[in-house]
């Protein structure tokens, strides 16, 4: 063998020997144990802790035994999406402190796994239980940090669902503003990606939006629009009913009395509507029952008020009958029974409270103030002490929101800054090894012509002496 081939031989043996014992260490490595509990098994207790046919009881029982074998498998992307699964089925059933339990221990283990969408999901549940127990700012907060995660991520579906949710929380302090032009992003994402349910209930949003913000000619466009979206996705006759039930409340809220009664009457008369969401249809009565008071002279007391309670209270809706009982106190009120009146306010007042609503609270307050002459200085002072509370609260949430929007939006441009910058930093870089490169080149070339001069001078010189 020639010898300047003999370093490439030795370089390839020690290739070759090194490969060898890595292949050794791998094969002396024992294979793990598989994991006792089978994925499979968990997966089918989840299920059947979701199944609304089943009573809580046996969904309860089914979510405890998933979760309790979840517990000791690897933390993986396997056990984050049980805990993921878990969390919202604990949410849905609902169980609030098993919920708390492991949507806690579901955050802690997506930080320390680095899963930014199992960390986004979890934010997500969280957000939702804050709502649903009227904790609006720390719901706001998690909606909008599992927002810039999903943005970051490029899950623009999800990251559009949590706009929309924002919104909601905004219109429930009065941010109407606010709450539209996150409905308008969200709109824009659903729009992109074609999400035709997605954009029905946006735009249902953006109709009570309007609505709130008294421009019931956009809103009626509004709701015209979800119809639209709502029949290229799926008829659903729930959802069309809730539509045209918005509908006829825009045109009430305008004091178009005639128009909502038509809207009203189209609601009830919808096929199945007691069925398909007796909530709804309870309302929608009540509805057409105090258009038939608003735009009589001398009206009867409406029996769809009475339909309204007797569902409602079946299914205990008590927003539900918080507003028919309300209705009924201003028909009192309005033929001048102030005992009935009293009595009717006072339960309103009642299931007000139950369900957080400050605002039927209020005109509860202000009704009874009114038409109890014994108790009105009372009623007035409460009115007045909580009437202030909820304006500084509110005040306080719309501040927080503002000061959320503006951290967010000064994290994207110092991003922004800072990419502009790496990208400025690369280019210089680039430039600066491009131009070493070329005076290597050129040296590199003036040394190799001054050294073939040298040599042709040197052979032209042993020439002359040969």
């Given amino acids: 063998m020639s010898l300047h081939l003999l370093p490439y031989r030795t370089f390839l043996i020690s290739c070759f020997l090194f490969i060898g014992s890595i292949s050794c260490k791998e094969n002396s490595t024992p294979i793990a144990e598989v994991q006792p509990v089978a994925t499979d098994s968990i997966t089918i207790w989840i299920k059947k802790g979701r199944d609304k046919s089943l009573v809580k009881e046996i969904r309860k029982i089914n979510l405890d035994k998933a979760f309790t074998k979840t517990i000791p498998l690897e933390q993986d992307t396997s056990y984050l999406k049980n805990l993921s699964a878990l969390s919202l089925a604990y949410l849905r059933l609902p169980d609030n402190p098993k919920f708390r339990e492991v949507n806690d221990l579901l955050i802690a283990k997506a930080k320390i796994l680095k899963d930014s969408i199992a960390w986004a999901n979890a934010l997500w549940d969280r957000g939702l239980f804050y709502e649903r127990i009227s904790v609006m700012d720390s719901s706001f907060i998690d909606y909008d940090e599992a927002h810039n995660i999903y943005i970051a991520k490029d899950k623009k579906l999800n990251a559009a669902k949590m706009l929309r949710n924002m919104a909601v929380i905004q219109n429930s302090v009065r941010d109407y503003v606010q709450a539209e032009i996150n409905l308008v992003r969200a709109i824009e994402y659903f729009k992109e990606l074609e999400e035709t349910k997605d954009l029905y209930r946006s735009y249902n949003s953006l109709g009570i939006t309007m609505v709130n913000l008294e421009n019931y000619d956009e809103a009626l466009e509004y709701y015209e629009e979800a119809l639209k979206y709502l029949d290229a996705s799926e008829p659903n006759e729930k959802f069309r009913l809730r539509v045209i039930n918005n509908m006829g409340m825009a045109h009430l809220e305008n004091e178009e009395f005639e128009k909502a009664a038509d809207y009203f009457t189209q609601a009830v008369n919808l096929p199945k509507a007691e069925d398909n969401d007796p909530e709804t249809y309870g309302r929608a009565l009540t509805n057409l029952g105090i258009t038939k008071v608003k735009r009589s002279s001398n009206p009867e007391r409406p029996e769809e008020y009475d339909k309204a309670l007797f569902i409602l209270d079946a299914i205990e809706d008590y927003a539900g009958l918080s507003k028919t009982l309300f209705a009924l106190a201003e028909y009192y009120t309005l033929i001048g029974d102030s005992t009935k009146a009293t009595e009717r306010a006072q339960h309103a007042l009642n ?60 994290a994207l441009a110092m991003n922004e800054l800072l990419a502009r910058q790496r990208i400025w930093w690369l280019s210089a870089a680039i430039g600066f090894l491009l131009l070493a490169l070329s005076v290597y080149i050129i040296a590199a070339q003036r040394a190799r012509n001054q050294k073939l001069r040298f040599l042709q001078e040197q052979q032209e010189t042993n020439q002359e002496i040969f």
């Fill in 351 to 410: 299931f007000a409270r139950k369900t957080n609503n400050h605002e039927r609270e209020l005109a509860a307050l202000q009704l009874l103030s009114q038409v109890d002459n014994e108790h009105s200085r009372a009623y007035s002072k409460s009115y007045m002490k909580i009437h202030d509370s909820l304006d500084a609260a509110e005040r306080q949430l719309k501040n927080k929101y503002a000061r959320i929007r503006f951290e967010t939006d000064e």
